[in-house]
């Protein structure tokens, strides 16, 4: 009887379990006619090198960007809408195999019929491969062919048999199943044949093959798939809700997954050695799948029998949107126990318990059904607090407490609870903080005594404890609440939320203000000028790598904490609705992790799981082109306008416009098949821009007034997960100049116009040789005239020199006899004084009639001239008073002659008399000093008696000094006199240039 109890308690308790089971929701999208799809029967799937995605209906056959189809049809020249499988090649050709018109070959700009004519006898096409050789092999209904050159030919060492499918392995050993008698294996040209009947192949109709590492191959039979390794047939144990295993297609992910499809089943995932089962209730549309693919980027394309294209990708996030009874229910809080235990509760009071992924909801709740469950707080395994919009919930084993107002909560509305390190909770509620302990609640004083939101309540590694409420964040001191002075300077408010990281640095949310950070060296506040794309935080989290998650009202993010710090820039990965968060929104504070590092998001859509194992960023940057080129905005027909154009791309080649014609457009396009909404394009044209353009979602550009030149047109895009192209996509082209621009005609102009000038100049040339001539004859002439005038004027002026030097001569004479007359010693001295002075200035026209320079006289040879002159007037001879002349060379004009001739007559001759009496020897000096162009000083200097000490200058009654000092004043000078070893005159003087 004990056992009988124990068997039904089990037996309830697995109908329990299974009744409970949740329903994980991956993430599909769907196409349909609706989306552009021709026809919702898919019958294969086949992704080209530019990352197109090929789709073949009943109604078609599809390009598929990501956003739109492109449908090819018979009006294109595609043989039969009938398509039964697609192949892309080595040589980048895609291969359509249909059910009644043979193979169809698509070169990028047109289709090819092969058939008959190029040796394929079968027009039903099941199956197309390519061996490690690179030919081309066909499954047909008739036997399997080979291509060799541009001929078909059959392969004889299979038997004539209707063949479905085709598979190489790396060693050459070609695989083919049959549509009913079951596997072939040539290996080495030798045959063997594999059967249900002597082998462990679940059946004889071979549907797909396909081969994966270490020579282990996947056989999928009408019913069920077996692995296959070294000739070994392995049937897996598939999970036990799959009625019927019927196999149409493998496929095999970016991370070693396998995807069955079956024919009226659903997928199957082999993971781990370990099938995973996904049907309606997982999301897909459909159970019967007709063809699988798998793209670059790692997602997979699942073709259906009625129901359009769907696409499986983001396998990190799976959701449980159905509970029981409850469909996508409001999850407003998660918690984690000790044990590690997942608890729920959701806005309509429903609360359960979770273990792995079996939900365990409690039947009898003690609150109100349409209470909210704000948070739930396992303080230890025996009590366990919720936070609800009805008051405070204590729970324990074998009791249930409940607190409101009336136990001396400031608010019914409880949002958060924590406990400190004696044990005591603390409560936020919708009026301020509440201290519960030993039974008993103390409201906590609000700041300025008013009451405000708590929003949140944190305890740091430190054990203090901080409050996040509507007016801002404050700490718990000796049970008052205290702004931090570390915070003073910052301004949050609307704080919903506290998180710590791994090096005690705090985080603070606040909605529609960003996230502050508070560490060490202060703060730091980020916001959107930081990069945050949202700032309306609503929840923080930290998991165990050190990752921050942000719940905003749009999306969450992901950030990196380690990178945070070092350079206080944030890097995130964002995740919504197309990056496979389905949930909406996150409720506020409603993540928390499992002991296994799942992490768990209450959303408004129900539950979310995030799988970080499988979180992998799309490393495949899309494959950018330029689609098309427009002049004015506008389609242009380029062979219209006698332009060739690309076969693949339908651009116009070497592209060389008239000026007139510089307004062009650009349209482009970048395949990211797993979120091509979220491409970015960056461009620019080198010869026109300097710099990229900032990053843009448009993917179309023009360019106006285009000055003539060669220009190349440069375009990157980015993927989804923000993966920027190495080597952009070019386009070049070229703006010809008008004709009076282009480089011939300038250098005809060029021409010309050196043409005309070098005529013009030898004309001129020619013109100036004869006028020089004409010039040369008349400037002889008039030279000639200049000179005979000129010799006329020089002889003209010696003669007046001449007769004025011989009446001064005559002057000097009638002197002479009228002193030979005079007997007064006075009147003699008078006389020679009257001598000399004419003598000085006879002198000078005797010199400038004997020299060519008729102007202007040496000084030095004038001065000695005067000099020799006056000794012999008074008898005395240069061995007794020797003479000395130091000057530079100088000529001056007549008139400075004349003055300085009889200023040096007036001081050589009171030397010569009065210096040097009764025969004495002595010495007689005379210097000139240039000081500038016009400033000299003429010394005359002796080393005679001297002046008399009373001697003035000024009331001195000789006629000679005075004569001197008159002169000077003639030469803008002044003298004086000195007695120093005998007498010197200094003369200071300017002689005009």
């Known amino acids: 009887m004990y056992f009988i109890r124990i068997f039904i308690t089990l037996f309830f308790c697995l109908l329990l379990v299974t009744h409970t089971m949740l329903a994980q929701q991956y993430n599909f999208r769907s196409w349909t006619l609706e989306q552009g799809l021709p026809q919702s029967q898919i019958t294969a799937l086949q992704q080209d090198h530019q990352g197109y995605l090929w789709v073949a209906t009943r109604g078609g056959l599809s390009r598929f960007d990501g956003i739109n189809f492109r449908t090819y049809t018979k009006e294109d020249g595609l043989s039969s809408h009938n398509i039964t499988k697609l192949f892309h090649d080595s040589q980048q050709q895609l291969w359509v195999g249909t059910s009644d018109a043979g193979l169809v070959l698509y070169n990028g700009t047109r289709f090819k019929r092969v058939g008959a004519a190029q040796g394929l006898q079968a027009s039903q096409i099941n199956d197309i491969s390519e061996d490690t050789l690179g030919r081309l092999w066909l499954a047909t209904n008739t036997g399997v062919y080979y291509r060799t050159g541009d001929r078909f030919q059959k392969y004889d060492l299979l038997p004539e048999n209707a063949y479905t499918t085709l598979s190489h392995a790396k060693d050459g050993t070609l695989w083919a199943g049959s549509k009913d008698s079951g596997l072939y294996e040539v290996k080495n040209k030798k045959l063997t044949h594999y059967t249900s009947e002597n082998s462990k192949l679940p059946g004889n109709a071979v549907t797909a093959l396909s081969t994966v590492k270490n020579g282990v191959m996947w056989v999928g039979t ?460 960056k461009y620019r044209l080198v010869g026109f821009d300097e710099q990229w353009s900032p990053p843009v979602d448009k993917s179309f550009t023009t360019y106006a007034n285009l000055s003539p030149g060669t220009y190349t047109f440069e375009l990157l895009a980015r993927n989804n997960d923000g993966v920027w192209a190495s080597d952009p996509a070019i386009y070049t082209f070229s703006i010809v100049p008008p004709i009076w621009r282009r480089e011939w005609f300038i250098a005809v102009l060029l021409l010309v116009f050196a043409v005309t000038v070098l005529s013009v100049v030898r004309l001129r040339e020619r013109s100036l040789v004869q006028m020089n001539s004409l010039l040369e004859m008349r400037v002889h002439h008039r030279t000639r005239l200049l000179e005979r005038k000129n010799r006329e004027k020089e002889m003209l002026l010696q003669e007046i020199h001449h007769r004025v030097k011989n009446n001064l001569q005559i002057v000097i004479s009638m002197l002479n006899l009228q002193a030979r007359h005079v007997r007064d010693p006075q009147a003699v001295d008078v006389m020679q004084a009257i001598r000399s002075r004419v003598r000085s200035m006879s002198i000078l026209h005797e010199r400038l009639y004997q020299h060519s320079d008729l102007d202007r006289i040496d000084l030095e040879e004038y001065f000695e001239e005067i000099c020799e002159s006056l000794y012999a007037a008074y008898g005395v001879s240069t061995k007794r008073i020797p003479l000395s002349i130091d000057m530079p060379q100088i000529k001056v004009n007549i008139d400075s002659a004349i003055t300085l001739g009889l200023i040096v007559n007036e001081l050589v001759s009171n030397t010569l008399k009065y210096a040097f009496p009764d025969g004495r020897h002595g010495w007689l000096r005379i210097e000139l000093t240039k000081h500038d162009e016009i400033q000299y000083t003429l010394t005359v200097s002796d080393n005679g008696r001297g002046l008399p000490e009373d001697f003035d200058p000024l009331m001195s009654p000789s006629f000679g000094l005075k004569l001197v000092t008159s002169l000077s004043r003639k030469l803008e000078g002044n003298i004086k006199f000195e007695n120093k070893n005998g007498t010197q005159s200094i003369l200071y003087f300017v002689l005009a240039p």
């Open 222 to 681: 009408d019913k069920g798939p077996v692995r296959v390794a070294n000739r070994t047939f392995t049937s897996p144990s598939l999970p036990g809700n799959v009625a019927t295993a019927a196999v149409t297609s493998f496929a095999h992910d970016n991370h070693g997954n396998l995807w069955i499809g079956l024919l009226r089943s659903g997928l199957l995932q082999y993971k781990d050695k370990k099938f995973i089962h996904i049907t309606r209730r997982n999301g897909l549309r459909t159970p019967r799948i007709t063809a699988l693919a798998s793209d670059t980027e790692g997602t997979i394309w699942i073709g259906t029998n009625g129901y359009g294209l769907q696409q499986y990708k983001s396998p990190w996030f799976v959701h449980f949107f159905d509970f029981e009874n409850m469909s996508e229910p409001r999850i407003t809080a998660i918690a984690r126990d000790s044990s590690g235990r997942m608890w729920l509760g959701t806005d309509e009071g429903e609360m359960g318990s979770m273990h792995k992924l079996n939900p365990n909801w409690r039947s009898e709740l003690p609150w109100p059904k349409g209470t909210t469950i704000y948070s739930i707080y396992p303080k230890s395994s025996k009590e366990t607090w919720v936070c609800s919009s009805n008051g405070v919930w204590l729970i324990r084993p074998d009791t249930t407490l409940h607190y409101t107002t009336a136990q001396g909560l400031p608010s019914s509305e409880i949002f958060q609870g924590i406990s400190d390190t004696a044990g005591s909770m603390f409560f936020a509620t919708a009026t301020g903080l509440a201290h519960f302990r030993n039974g008993t609640f103390t409201a906590i004083p609000n700041p300025g005594g008013t009451e405000t939101k708590a929003n949140y309540i944190f305890r740091d590694s430190k054990n203090r404890i901080w409050a996040g409420t509507q007016d801002g964040i404050y700490n718990l001191k000796d049970g008052k609440l205290v702004s931090p002075p570390e915070l003073k300077e910052t301004q949050l408010t609307e704080v919903g939320s506290i998180a710590e990281d791994r090096k005690g640095n705090l985080y603070f949310a606040g909605f529609n203000q960003g996230i502050l950070m508070l560490h060490d060296k202060g703060t730091k506040l980020f916001t959107s000028t930081d990069g945050l794309p949202n700032e309306a935080i609503k929840s923080l989290f930290i998991d165990k790598k050190d990752n921050l998650w942000v719940g905003t009202s749009r999306d969450i993010l992901k950030i990196s904490l380690k990178q945070l710090r070092q350079n206080s820039k944030l890097t995130y990965r964002s995740y919504a609705s197309q990056n496979g968060f389905r949930g909406l929104e996150v409720c506020e504070n409603a993540m928390a992790q499992s002991p296994d590092g799942t992490i768990w998001f209450g959303t408004t859509k129900g539950l979310t799981q995030y799988l970080p194992a499988l979180d992998h960023r799309n490393t495949e940057y899309p494959k950018a082109m330029v689609t098309d080129v427009m002049l004015y905005s506008k389609p242009t027909d380029w062979q219209a306008l006698g332009y060739s154009t690309d076969s693949a791309t339908g651009l116009p080649q070497d592209l060389r416009l008239p000026h007139t014609q510089n307004y062009l457009s650009f349209d482009f396009h970048a395949i990211c098949l797993s979120g091509p909404e979220q491409v970015r394009y």
